[in-house]
């Protein structure tokens, strides 16, 4: 899978780098800011340190 | 034909083309080519699924705590506001808490053990949206000095961690409350000559300074801390309650410190509010 993302990157290998960098950053963000907020209120250990029961 | 004439060699078929040449390959791929192309599939995606892990480790433990802090500030600004425009969100019409917008700051809390840093404001409600803001009070119980139970729930890794340092808390720690009005010093209940250890004693209600407990035990809001269906004791009965996640990392249990209210001071609330100077005096208590 890399690899052929490797292999389809266009320019030279200084370019390829620069390119890896920023998909990883936009990758990390859309993570962070978007898809993990997202699903954190369906993931069993980020309660609150409420009691139920009141 | 032996002629004379140069016969053009043949020069054999023209050499094969890179995309023709790998087209052949993979039409030739064996069944060990593929067992290992599959085998690569699946490790790139284990390490791709362990890193995405670890990033929402990382959000959870670092990210949150920013967007909680932004959250914070915001809250806390509006409540300072309020209290300068001669609103104050605890003024209920009848004591009806309803009134009361689940969201909405109500009250500072100052630790001493915790620095002189330490400070949030209180949100109204203990759902997810409130405790991404700060510390939520329990709706139901008591507000901060009234007879009864004051409940106040926190994080206590990411979403800001009001209460990271809860087991930090000993006995005859004040845990100060400011309304628009007043000033509430509640003290950590327990034996104050022993320690942490001395967390466990009981008052004369029989309400420990600290225990450990189930999350469904919400029986440590009750009126009468861990007494439900009983109204509140006839005496030392200014309850302060704070609950938050333990151990550490986990949602297994919930950490509990009770408190007692020690003292309450009454103060015109002219301006930017200031912390009257015998509360500024908790910060140099011996021991701390």
């Avoid at chain 2, 390959?25 to 362990?50: C, E, N, S």
Wanted: contains cysteine.
């Amino acid at each position: 899978m890399y690899v052929w993302i490797w292999h389809h990157l266009p320019g030279n290998l200084a370019l390829k780098i620069v390119e890896v960098t920023a998909l990883l950053i936009v990758v990390s963000a859309l993570l962070l800011f978007v898809v993990f907020p997202w699903i954190e209120p369906h993931v069993p250990f980020t309660r609150g340190g409420t009691v139920n029961g009141q | 034909m032996l002629d004379g004439t140069d016969t053009q060699l043949d020069p054999g078929p023209p050499p094969e083309s890179p995309a023709v040449r790998s087209a052949g390959r993979r039409a030739r791929m064996t069944t060990g080519d593929k067992v290992r192309f599959g085998l690569r599939g699946v490790g790139q995606t284990l390490i791709t699924l362990g890193l995405v892990t670890l990033l929402f480790v990382v959000y959870e433990v670092w990210i949150t705590n920013i967007f909680a802090h932004w959250r914070q500030e915001k809250v806390h600004t509006q409540l300072e506001q309020a209290w300068q425009d001669g609103i104050d969100p605890l003024a209920l019409p009848g004591g009806n808490q309803s009134g009361i917008p689940i969201g909405e700051g109500i009250a500072n809390i100052y630790i001493p053990r915790f620095g002189r840093d330490y400070h949030f404001t209180v949100v109204q409600g203990t759902d997810d949206a409130s405790l991404s803001k700060g510390p939520g009070h329990y709706v139901g119980t008591a507000l901060p000095g009234e007879v009864g139970n004051f409940g106040v729930a926190g994080h206590r890794v990411g979403k800001g961690e009001p209460f990271l340092n809860l087991d930090h808390l000993r006995p005859g720690d004040a845990v100060i409350i400011q309304t628009k009005t007043q000033w509430f010093v509640y003290r950590v209940i327990g034996n104050v000559d022993k320690g942490e250890a001395g967390l466990s004693w009981q008052d004369l209600n029989g309400v420990p300074g600290r225990e450990i407990v189930d999350p469904s035990a919400g029986r440590v809001l009750a009126p009468w801390p861990d007494k439900p269906g009983s109204p509140a004791p006839p005496t030392y009965n200014r309850y302060m309650t704070m609950t938050t996640c333990h151990p550490k990392f986990t949602a297994a249990q919930r950490m509990i410190v009770h408190a007692q209210l020690d003292a309450t001071l009454t103060t015109a609330s002219i301006g930017p509010s200031q912390m009257p100077a015998s509360i500024q005096a908790l910060y140099s208590a011996p021991g701390l």
